[in-house]
């Protein structure tokens, strides 16, 4: 169960996931806002999963950061990739 002080903590780090991110790829604030999206999105995804199957990679109070951490940097990268790909009229 993820009480709002863990919920906050878990936000928080998606967020600067996502501005350090956006740091390195640069862009602007549309890119900005995708990568926000992407890591709070992937974060979830991260936990979620940890919780579902009990892996626990870097477990802090109820939160499992290490799953988190890994969830968001892989839907930024394939976000970020997904988002580049240009269509041929």
């Keep these: 169960m993820l009480t709002l002080p863990t919920i906050i903590f878990g936000l928080v ?3 600067l996931l996502g501005a350090l991110y ?3 790829r640069g862009g602007g604030g549309w890119r900005l806002t995708l990568y926000f999206g992407l ?3 992937g974060f979830a995804v991260g936990n ?3 919780a579902w199957q009990s ?3 870097f ?3 109820s939160l499992d950061l290490g799953m988190g951490i890994l969830g968001s940097v892989l839907f930024l990268i394939g976000g970020e990739w997904l988002s580049r790909i240009e269509v041929d009229k």
């Design 48 to 50: 979620f999963l940890s």
């Design 59 to 61: 477990m802090i109070g």
């Design 13 to 15: 780090v998606a967020l």
């Design 39 to 41: 890591s709070i999105f």
């Design 55 to 57: 892996w626990n990679l």
């Design 22 to 24: 956006h740091a390195i």
